[in-house]
């Protein structure tokens, strides 16, 4: 019985071995195009956990905020103009229990300045949460870095301290002295003109979505230059319809605030499908991870800190006007 047990199975790994090297060692690609992979995004809406994104059917337009997410935040007013809310999320992985700090700013009714901050002689990045000014009704980190610089455009009280940076899914935001923000793409930077009227201004990447909603193809499905499997904390700032600026910082929530600067988080596509479901027309990423961090400070005094784990060049202030 055992002799013939061994010959069957000699048989059988001797149709393998043919079968294998009949494979061709690089198969005929499908047609079907490259896709997201799979993950889904839900909201606690006070009662129960809502659904409301999946990688499998994620828009490639978004044309105004998504009534589930947006509608599951409850606004507290932080001063004139400035208003904040969280949401509680769970993705797939790492994301499985998330909290997004939500801030809502009418530039028309506050002032904005760019803060930076480097141990004596440049050496090293210098700014957080704990150091911002007194007057801040709301402080974060903003741009990206190379070592202890921003990376691209900075202007600072109207003075350009870096170049434009070149990269196509980079974006700049730039105050102007009238107090409006223009958002400015990479390839516009590179007119003058277009960098004139501008007292404070920084650039960032990726851009999460372009002008009127729409996601960048390279954030629809891999192999286009942005890894869109990566988890991780995130920050952001985005243009609201009604010219409001909206920002957004995602923290781990699984274990409680104490853990909560933990880099653990969504996927980039999944953090743009969260701008564009708050309302965002247009969004650039920030600098998150152990980094991302924020703070609201109320009219009753009380300051609200998410602090991150990592000192950083630059960060945005809004302060009254």
Not at 22 to 31: I, K, Q, V
Not at 129 to 151: H, K, M, Y
Not at 215 to 220: G, K
């Amino acid at each position: 019985m055992k002799v013939r047990t061994a010959l069957r199975l000699a048989q059988v790994v001797a149709v393998a071995l043919v079968a294998t090297a009949a494979t061709p060692l690089h198969p005929t690609p499908s047609s079907a195009p490259p896709s997201l992979p799979p993950s889904a995004l839900s909201v606690w809406t006070g009662r129960e956990w809502h659904e409301w994104w999946r990688s499998g059917d994620a828009p490639e337009r978004w044309s105004g905020p998504d009534g589930r997410v947006a509608d599951a935040i409850e606004w507290r007013r932080a001063r004139d103009g400035v208003e904040w809310g969280e949401l509680r999320l769970a993705g797939s992985g790492e994301a499985r229990r998330l909290r997004a700090v939500v801030v809502r700013i009418d530039p028309r009714r506050v002032r904005l300045r760019l803060d930076t901050a480097f141990t004596r002689g440049g050496e090293r990045a210098a700014w957080n949460v704990e150091a911002a000014r007194s007057d801040a009704i709301v402080a974060v980190n903003v741009g990206q870095f190379i070592r202890t610089l921003p990376w691209g455009w900075v202007v600072l009280d109207g003075r350009e301290y870096l170049p434009p940076g070149r990269g196509p899914l980079s974006t700049a935001v730039a105050v102007e002295t009238s107090g409006a923000v223009r958002w400015i793409g990479s390839g516009a930077l590179a007119n003058p003109e277009n960098r004139r009227g501008v007292v404070a201004a920084f650039q960032s990447y990726p851009t999460l979505l372009a002008e009127g909603g729409e996601v960048p193809a390279a954030l629809q499905a891999p192999g286009r230059g942005v890894d869109v499997e990566h988890r991780d904390a995130r920050l952001g700032i985005g243009l609201l319809a009604d010219g409001r600026l909206l920002l957004v910082l995602t923290r781990f929530d699984a274990l409680g605030e104490s853990l909560g600067s933990l880099p653990f988080g969504p996927t980039i596509p999944e953090f743009a499908a969260l701008m564009g479901a708050l309302g965002a027309r247009q969004a650039v990423a920030l600098d998150g991870g152990i980094s991302g961090q924020m703070l609201v400070r109320d009219d009753a005094g009380t300051t609200h800190l998410w602090r991150g784990m990592r000192r950083v060049p630059m960060a945005l202030v809004v302060s009254p006007r």
